[in-house]
């Protein structure tokens, strides 16, 4: 599909369900997506923290892109993610992805190396799609802000203004990011990376957003941002409101809270990968409770 939208954009790292047997559960991702797809979600990102990228193998990750692939049909933006401090393996997976049905490859920026315009000058050209550069330098701690910057505001600038480029998809750390739209072009996306930041990303100039509360309450997601963006602040704040509870308990768990949100939801989250575990009773509970103040489920 044109990667082109009107914005806002909303898209959602998407969950990879697991069986007993510890197997990826390919039917049950088909599924999902068939569901999302009748969401305001404007396309999904495979193989991020949410999907519990360092739990799966190369192989894993390509069927998931092709699995997504085949019921998408292109009416959503397909993304893939790539992880890699490594120029010429981040170009060997991404293009790999991109065969298999990847749109948008999203690169986090490298962590175990200090030589990052290097890699992003011989990356973001040679790459066969256009690049979503993500700002998260310690995946997986999704509650804290606390943490160094991974470049200079003027540096994540310049990469964005490189042709090959589709936008930016910020850090918690709004006192950063701040200082950092103001050298992305308007012709970038700038979307804001947590479901409790939206309407603070609207404020700072944010023209989407990618969160994992997206898979469990796309429509407020999109609402938040889209009243934001069009001056309803009110009403943008009020759903915010909502939400944040909710965002919370599920971020706090990580993806064993996401998928205890989407079984309640009625979708086919699957089992976290082992060693990872799920969510006891109480946790469960709370995050009903947290999903009926948000008004996802009665």
Same mark, same amino acid.
């Given at each position: ?11 959602? #790292?998407? #969950? ?5 047997? +510890? ?19 404007? %396309? /999904? ?6 999907? @519990?990228?360092? /739990?799966?193998? @190369? ?22 993610? $790539? ?15 991109? @065969? ?9 920026? #490298? ?8 890699? /992003? ?7 066969? $799609? ?45 006192? /950063? ?56 602040? +009110? ?5 915010? +409101?909502?939400?944040? @509870? ?19 939801? %009625?979708?086919?989250? %699957? ?6 575990? $799920? ?16 008004? $996802?489920?009665?």
């Amino acid at each position: 599909m044109a990667l082109a939208q009107q914005d806002p954009i909303i898209v959602a #790292p998407s #969950p990879t369900p697991f069986r007993h047997d +510890d197997k990826v559960d390919f039917p049950a991702i088909e599924e999902n997506v068939a569901r999302w797809l009748k969401t305001p979600l404007s %396309g /999904f990102v495979l193989n991020s923290e949410n999907g @519990e990228e360092a /739990f799966l193998s @190369e192989t894993d990750r390509l069927e998931i892109v092709r699995t997504v692939q085949r019921v998408n049909q292109a009416q959503k933006i397909l993304i893939a993610g $790539v992880d890699s401090p490594s120029i010429s393996e981040t170009l060997r997976i991404a293009n790999r992805f991109v @065969e298999a049905g990847a749109e948008l490859i999203r690169i986090r920026i #490298p962590r175990l190396t200090a030589n990052i315009d290097d890699y /992003f000058n011989a990356v973001i050209p040679r790459v066969e $799609v256009p690049i979503l550069i993500i700002h998260q330098m310690t995946p997986g701690t999704f509650l804290s802000a606390s943490h160094p910057a991974g470049a200079e505001a003027e540096q994540i600038g310049a990469w964005l203004e490189q042709e090959n480029v589709f936008g930016y998809i910020a850090s918690a750390d709004l006192r /950063f990011e701040a200082r950092v739209r103001r050298f992305v072009s308007t012709a970038k996306r700038f979307w804001i990376g947590n479901g409790s930041l939206l309407l603070a990303g609207v404020m700072l100039g944010a023209n989407g957003a990618c969160m994992m509360l997206g898979n469990i309450a796309p429509q407020e997601c999109y609402d938040i941002m889209h009243s934001g963006m069009t001056g309803h602040l +009110d009403q943008a704040r009020t759903i915010q +409101d909502r939400v944040l @509870e909710l965002d919370w308990q599920v971020l706090t768990r990580q993806a064993a809270g996401l998928k205890a949100a989407l079984q309640l939801l %009625g979708f086919e989250s %699957g089992l976290p990968r082992a060693p990872s575990r $799920v969510c006891n009773r109480q946790a469960i509970q709370q995050i009903q409770e947290a999903m009926r103040i948000a008004k $996802v489920i009665p």
